[in-house]
């Protein structure tokens, strides 16, 4: 789903999903008539018993705050991770999955005017049945497809009809903003087509990495044989689809190269296209998916493309029909639209060599979740309209603007910026845009058709009406009123191209947002999140965009330096951390992340002084004073167990650090922290070289 790649590259506040319901706090009723005659206690809206008091909180503040948490929960079954994030992720989950039996029954809502077509997908989904006995087939007629491949043009013919129903292949292809003007939407052509996660893994000489290449080829050459395919032609067939990966993916950026905004944009047009990647053909490729009249293209790698010309010549066409066969499998199987045996296998290689998982999620997780991916703004409706809370919306909309005013405070006493740099920070703060809850306009879904009958069929078609939907934007003013995560999403982001910031209904519940709990709490959380993605606006990606949400240097060459110097602390301090066994953070990945982390926090905390001026201090809650419970609520989001091998495969993929020193790295930076429990400036909570960016 290409779309979703912007959110992974330029920052939104991306995290993992996940398991088992957890009852919300606040249930009205009895407390509620009690406020008329006495002041109602405030919630809690931190979890006391998460906490480890053995633990001395200026030693490791995590371990204080989360451990208790952690000696009492387990990490469940078809999960790689557990956290008290993915506790609401799950209870979010429940919810969509109550909607989505009640539509499937035939009893959606008459408000919801896709019911129907969302009880449909999902019914389609679930029929476990059916898929067993067509699914198979369904993948051969699209394979039979790709039998044309011979020459260049039918190979760049198939590629277009496979990424037209999100099957990754060669590369990527979607709409994007014109990072240079950001007004206009243009094509961009972002590297792809790997089946492992990342393209280190094709290359790095590690004995966990030679493991997992060699077991992806067993994988590979199972997957081919339950196919059908003969066992020694499976053989030959892996090692060729492999070699074709491993080539692709010595021309691709790392992930950290792909960070930069300035080296992923590179404008060509047509013809510039045609001839660094000949004899690939991109006008055949562009009439088979279905796009706009194209006159600008942004390559995030071109020397990928120029490998993909010299593949295609010297690649025997029979390997480049395995390899698009290969690939049409895998997607299919990774949404569970074949037979129980691909599945099982794919989960099989998965889990041993990514996530540690012990069991499948059951089907109706995966398929609530393809529901919420694919007609996410259909089922957010109903979501929306039972869960997301009244007063939500304007208490968000407060918490941002104390929070924007910290920031603005910030920005006007901040020693290291000269007077016009500090302008055009300031006029950028000024311009940002916030969204709240769900879109304004929901998306129409009109010309979707979904059968009952064929999972993978109302699959394709469902993705045909994304893609269709993606690249009719090509050549138009670009719609300030999309949104890129669906209603329900327990996540937020910040886009540098529209300088906006999004805030999902998902987000805006317990564990964030405690309607009836101290301020204290509710800055500590969700203020938290929202001074984070705020930073992002700031840190090493966002700067390089201004207001209007073009990239270019705004910065004077002075200010620039000092701000490197800054994130460079930044970044040595989390490359000593250890992520897992022997394994390190990756400072220069997570180096965004980090910023916002610590930026978020400090801007939340300010942010919060603020608001109390005046007033006398919120009411402690089991002992702890107001500021300790900002610092609670804050580190208790992160409160998680991860299995090694999830762990291990997000030190590769993830640019956020690992849950622990999400808490610990931004804290011990924070002198008010420090104060709020009196640490010592000896202490581990309290490092003697102290970051600090904004
Ligand atoms: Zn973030």
């Known amino acids: 789903m290409p779309r979703f790649f912007l959110m992974f590259v330029f920052s939104a506040f991306f995290l993992f999903s996940c398991a088992i319901s957890q009852p919300n706090a ?20 931190f979890d006391v018993t998460a906490i480890d008091r053995k633990v001395n909180p200026c030693d490791d503040f995590y371990a204080f705050a989360c451990g208790g948490w952690i000696a009492s929960n387990e990490i469940p079954a078809d999960k790689s991770r557990w956290g008290r994030f993915d506790q609401l992720a799950e209870s979010d989950l429940n919810k969509l999955h109550d909607i989505l039996t009640a539509a499937a029954a035939g009893k959606s809502e008459p408000q919801d005017r896709f019911g129907d077509k969302v009880g449909d997908f999902f019914a389609a989904c679930m029929d476990q049945e059916g898929t067993e006995k067509t699914g198979l087939a369904d993948l051969k007629a699209e394979w039979t497809k790709i039998e044309a491949v011979k020459d260049p043009v039918s190979l760049s013919r198939a590629v277009g009809r496979l990424h037209g129903t999100g099957i990754g292949t060669l590369f990527n292809f979607f709409s994007v903003q014109d990072f240079k003007d950001s007004t206009q939407v243009i094509a961009g052509v972002f ?88 004899p690939f053909d991109w006008q055949a490729y562009l009439a088979e998916i279905g796009a706009p009249k194209v006159v600008k293209f942004s390559i995030s790698t071109p020397k990928a493309m120029t490998q993909l010309g010299e593949l295609i010549k010297k690649t025997p066409y029979e390997t480049w029909r395995a390899y698009l066969r290969w690939r049409a499998l895998d997607a299919m199987a990774r949404a569970r639209a074949l037979p129980k045996a691909f599945v099982d296998e794919r989960f099989s290689f998965q889990s041993k060599n990514f996530t540690g998982q012990k069991v499948i999620e059951p089907r109706w997780k995966h398929c609530t979740r393809m529901t919420d ?81 064929s999972f993978l069929k109302s699959l394709l078609a469902a993705i045909a009406f994304e893609t269709r939907r993606d690249l009719a934007k090509i050549g138009k003013p670009v719609d300030r009123g999309e949104w890129e995560m669906t209603p329900p999403t327990v996540n937020a982001y910040y886009n540098p191209l529209l300088n906006e910031m999004v805030f999902p209904a998902g987000i805006l519940q317990p564990t964030f947002y405690t309607s009836g709990a101290n301020d204290a709490v509710n800055y500590g959380a969700i203020g938290f999140v929202m001074g984070h993605e705020l930073t992002h606006g700031f840190d090493d990606q966002g700067r390089k965009f201004d207001d209007a949400g073009n990239m270019r240097d705004w910065w004077s060459p002075s200010v620039g330096k ?48 603020d608001s109390r001026k005046g007033q006398p201090p919120e009411a402690p809650v089991e002992g702890f004073s107001a500021d300790q419970q900002f610092f609670l609520a804050a580190a208790q989001v992160w409160c998680a167990k991860m299995r090694p091998e999830e762990a291990r495969r997000r030190v590769v993929l993830d640019p956020h650090s690992p849950p622990k020193w999400r808490v610990d790295g931004p804290l011990s930076n924070l002198p008010g922290f420090a104060k709020a429990f009196n640490c010592k400036a000896d202490d581990q909570m309290v490092r003697a070289k102290r970051c600090e960016v904004w």
């Open 26 to 45: 606040a249930t009205p009723g009895a407390a509620a008539s009690q406020t008329e005659f006495a002041p109602k206690p405030a919630e809690p809206g």
């Open 191 to 278: 590297q792809g087509g790997l089946s492992l996660p990342d393209r280190d893994y094709y290359l790095k000489d590690d004995p966990k990495s030679a493991e997992i290449r060699k077991n992806f080829k067993t994988h590979l050459e199972r997957m081919l044989t339950l196919s059908g395919v003969p066992k020694e032609r499976a053989k030959h067939e892996a090692e060729a689809d492999f070699e074709i990966e491993k080539t692709m993916a010595a021309s691709q950026w790392t992930r950290t190269e792909m960070r930069s905004p300035e080296r992923i944009y590179n404008p060509y047009d047509p013809a510039g296209l045609q001839k660094i990647s000949a």
């Open 373 to 453: 991916r694919l007609l996410g703004e259909a089922l957010g409706q109903a979501f929306v309209r039972r869960w997301f809370a009244g007063d939500a919306k304007d208490k968000a909309l407060q918490l941002i603007r104390n929070i924007q005013r910290a920031q603005e405070r910030n920005l006007t006493t901040l020693a290291w910026m000269d007077e016009p740099t500090r302008q055009k920070a300031l006029q950028k703060l000024a311009k940002i845009n916030n969204k709240i809850g769900y879109p304004s306009k929901w998306r129409d879904y009109a010309s979707l058709e979904v059968t009952r009958t």
């Open 562 to 609: 000092e701000f490197e110097k800054r994130t460079t602390c930044v970044e040595d301090q989390f490359s000593g951390y250890v992520a897992v066994d022997d394994v390190k953070l990756n400072g220069k990945l997570t180096l965004g992340e980090n910023i916002a982390d610590l930026g978020g926090l400090k801007l939340s905390f300010s942010a919060y002084q």
